[in-house]
């Protein structure tokens, strides 16, 4: 057994090492093509473009056999810096020959959008790397995220009414009513970067611990990083899921085939949750580890990764609003708005925002093709299955509603029938039901998303702090 703090549990070779440092050297050659080429230079959109058409390949350039977890985590990596590119070109537009004046800043360490263009100066983008990195790093929250954390919104500022939510301090450690967090002043540091929402045992247990124990700064993240490592090597140890899990042959041979759809049995109910669990803690410890350190040590805030997922209560709810927050505001500037522009004039507006959305679950379904392909060498389609049952799902979900709302609602059912049915809808038993037949819809597809992850041996990085494992 081994510790993967142990850079010998990792066995990194030679290529998976390469790839590293080839994603910071793409990552920084496209800071370097936006700084070095004039504005209305034609180089700049081609060249920008083939830095990060070759960060997204370069995992197929550098794959080996003897690459590892490290591969997995790389991968991910410079598939991720892809689309987080692809979001800050979008958003601030990177490659528009009219660039804002040179040295507009909002005072968050980025570029001020809204400032006057200069149609005929050949100034250079006015960064530097710093406050590149904050563009591409930072989240570009969709309205629904603007909506739950407005801190995520540049220029944010606390509502001072004395009713509105209250934060945490991480500069202090205190939680301060929305009265004393709208006088916060520092010239140092927006209050946006120093502010975390109150978190509140049902829902976030590390948070919420961290905030009464007070701490601050990066400590703030890394304590939840140890928390949810904690939980990862629990799930494995403790053995509720497969007891040799830890063990990537062993895991192979037991997660060799996908049964879709899955059986309705106690075990399988387990196994699904547990491993659902698993990748939502894992995927905490990395993004507090690395996310957190980077937010608090470049300056700006913290994004949101999930949101009490597991509480959802439709797919709808689970994907926009609650699982994995920080891609989906990504995929909502990268895919659905482009998708929605463009068919805006041609056909109504649910049919455009149905296909924007269903677009956007195809990207997804493909970006976790890539990265198994890149990590195992094959793929059997089944994240492709997987998100195309969830979209068609959602979808769904969306226009029956707005179908039964329009007609069935409206005209079918008396006032008397309709006024019950609002009132159960507001129901602690509505809710809960649910949340339950999302989560067997979750359950009942998971082993599509699941599985090939499983076998492949992605788990064990999930728990970077300690996961023991036979080498």
């Known amino acids: 057994m081994a510790s993967l703090v142990d850079i010998r549990a990792w066995q990194i070779p030679i290529p998976d090492l390469a790839l590293l440092a080839g994603v910071h050297v793409l990552l920084i050659a496209q800071y370097y093509v936006l700084s070095k080429l004039a504005a209305r230079s034609p180089w700049r959109r ?22 590892g977890l490290s591969q997995a985590v790389v991968t991910v990596l410079a598939f991720y ?57 930072r989240s570009h929250p969709s309205p629904a995220s603007a909506k739950s954390f407005p801190y995520l919104q540049p220029g944010f500022h ?70 949810y490592s904690l939980g990862v090597i629990l799930l494995v140890r403790g053995q509720l899921l497969h007891p040799s899990l830890a063990d990537p042959s062993a895991a192979r041979r037991h997660y060799q085939t996908t049964t879709f ?40 805030p913290m994004p949101v990764l999930f949101d009490n997922p597991f509480l959802a209560t439709s797919p709808r709810d689970f994907w926009s609003r609650r699982w994995n927050i920080l891609f989906k505001d990504a995929f909502h500037v990268v895919v659905f708005l482009p998708v929605y522009r463009r068919l805006a004039g041609l056909v109504n507006r649910s049919v455009a925002m149905t296909v924007a959305a269903l677009a956007v679950f195809l990207f997804s379904a493909l970006m976790h093709e890539y990265v198994l392909i890149c990590i195992a060498g094959r793929s059997n389609a089944e994240e492709l299955a997987f998100f195309a049952v969830h979209g068609l799902l959602t979808c769904g979900q969306v226009l029956a509603q707005q179908t039964l709302q329009r007609y069935a609602v409206g005209t079918l059912f008396p006032p008397s029938v309709r006024q019950a049915w609002a009132w159960f809808n507001r129901t602690p038993m509505a809710t809960l039901a649910c949340i339950i037949l999302n989560i067997y819809l979750l359950l009942w597809t998971g082993p599509l998303f699941l599985h090939p992850y499983l076998r492949n041996g992605f788990h064990v990085f999930l728990a970077p702090l300690y996961f023991p494992h036979h080498s």
């Not at 507009?104 to 006015?126: F, H, M, V, W």
Request: glycine letters at 6%; one cysteine or more; charged letters at 15%.
């Open 81 to 137: 810096f892809t689309l987080k590119q692809l979001e800050a070109t979008a958003t601030y537009g990177y490659y528009q020959r009219d660039l804002p004046v040179a040295g507009s800043s909002n005072g968050e360490g980025i570029a001020d959008t809204t400032a006057p263009n200069d149609s005929k100066s050949t100034r250079r983008l006015p960064l530097n790397l710093r406050e590149y990195l904050i563009q591409v790093l």
């Open 158 to 227: 606390p509502d001072p009414t004395p009713t509105a939510t209250g934060y945490y301090d991480l500069v202090t450690g205190d939680t301060l009513t929305a009265t004393a967090a709208a006088n916060l002043t520092d010239v140092k540091m927006p209050v946006a970067n120093r502010l975390r929402s109150v978190a509140r045992w049902t829902n976030d247990p590390p948070a919420a611990l961290c905030q009464r124990l007070h701490l601050t700064g990066y400590f703030y993240y890394l304590a939840q990083a140890a928390l």
């Open 46 to 67: 081609p060249l920008g473009y083939l830095a990060q058409v070759a960060l997204v390949l370069l995992p197929l350039g550098f794959r080996s056999r003897h690459s």
């Open 261 to 300: 759809p899955a059986p309705l049995t106690w075990s399988w109910a387990v196994d699904s949750y547990s491993s659902a669990f698993l990748f939502y803690w894992g995927m905490n410890v990395w993004f507090n580890l690395a996310y957190g350190g980077a937010a608090w040590y470049l300056g700006f």
